[in-house]
């Protein structure tokens, strides 16, 4: 079980994770975060998991009007957490995440194939091609195992819709994504994966306090809420 890999954190523990649009994390910050999520773990129960809206519109001190997007692109996770934070905690005190977890797309694809796919059911077919974006979709109706291109392809996808369509995509796929990592086959081999994924990432979490909140995130994968 997931839950004797480490013991949970001593209280709840809130993390943002932000996926980016670029193949690799580089110095200094260049691309879009396309998937902000705030993920609150508690010890004893479960994960709470709190999609932010990446086209919402914040100004920047001395400057026009910008998505929640391209933050990073301007000043980094750093500034991208401090906005955050001032608009989570309205009128009080700031919000700050514990910590952060930048996934770059070659980050992403390497853990998922590093856990052998993920299970999705797809209800109708995605043919996607852009060029300019370097993203070519075609998957096919019904129940199938996405890879780590596949599963990247689908969590970046917007096509003609709006970013809420966008949202609403990635959201399905979260359950799949934490009964994969609970899954008995995959917890064995979850202390290298994520060796790798911090190796190739961008994150202030050390590999122990990873797989603590995992552990206490995933015990039961069935009471997230999102």
Same mark, same amino acid.
Do not use: C
């Given at each position: 079980?997931? &839950?004797?890999?480490?013991?949970?954190?001593?209280? #709840?523990?809130?993390?943002?994770?932000?996926?980016?649009?670029?193949?690799?994390?580089?110095?200094?910050?260049?691309?879009?975060?396309? $998937?902000?999520?705030? =993920?609150?773990?508690?010890?004893?129960?479960?994960?709470?998991?709190?999609?932010?809206?990446?086209?919402?519109?914040?100004?920047?001190?001395?400057?026009? !009007?910008?998505?929640?997007?391209?933050?990073?692109?301007?000043?980094?996770?750093?500034?991208?957490?401090?906005?955050?934070?001032?608009?989570?905690?309205?009128?009080?005190?700031?919000?700050?995440?514990?910590?952060?977890?930048?996934?770059?797309?070659?980050?992403?694809?390497?853990?998922?194939?590093?856990?052998?796919?993920?299970?999705?059911?797809?209800?109708?077919?995605?043919?996607?091609?852009?060029?300019?974006?370097?993203?070519?979709?075609?998957?096919?109706?019904?129940?199938?195992?996405?890879?780590?291109?596949?599963?990247?392809? $689908?969590?970046?996808? %917007?096509?003609?819709?709006?970013?809420?369509? %966008?949202?609403?995509?990635?959201?399905?796929?979260?359950? #799949? !994504? =934490?009964? %994969?990592?609970?899954?008995? &086959?995959?917890?064995?081999? !979850?202390?290298?994966?994520?060796?790798?994924? &911090?190796?190739?990432?961008? &994150?202030?979490?050390?590999?122990?306090?990873?797989?603590?909140?995992?552990?206490?995130?995933?015990?039961?994968?069935?009471?997230?809420?999102?």
């Amino acid at each position: 079980a997931i &839950t004797r890999l480490a013991e949970p954190p001593g209280a #709840p523990q809130t993390v943002l994770l932000l996926g980016l649009d670029q193949p690799k994390v580089s110095t200094p910050a260049k691309g879009e975060v396309q $998937l902000m999520l705030l =993920a609150r773990v508690h010890p004893e129960d479960g994960i709470e998991l709190l999609q932010i809206p990446t086209e919402l519109k914040v100004l920047l001190p001395g400057q026009q !009007l910008k998505p929640l997007s391209a933050l990073y692109g301007i000043g980094g996770v750093a500034l991208t957490s401090d906005v955050l934070a001032q608009l989570l905690g309205g009128d009080g005190d700031p919000l700050r995440p514990d910590r952060y977890l930048l996934l770059s797309i070659g980050s992403l694809e390497q853990a998922i194939d590093s856990m052998g796919g993920v299970p999705v059911l797809l209800r109708e077919p995605i043919r996607y091609h852009d060029k300019t974006g370097g993203l070519s979709i075609n998957l096919q109706p019904g129940q199938q195992w996405l890879n780590g291109e596949q599963t990247s392809q $689908l969590l970046r996808y %917007r096509g003609l819709e709006t970013d809420g369509h %966008r949202r609403l995509r990635q959201e399905q796929l979260l359950m #799949p !994504l =934490a009964n %994969r990592l609970a899954d008995p &086959t995959v917890v064995p081999a !979850l202390p290298d994966l994520l060796q790798e994924l &911090t190796q190739s990432s961008n &994150t202030n979490l050390s590999q122990g306090e990873f797989l603590s909140l995992l552990s206490a995130g995933l015990q039961d994968p069935g009471r997230m809420r999102i």
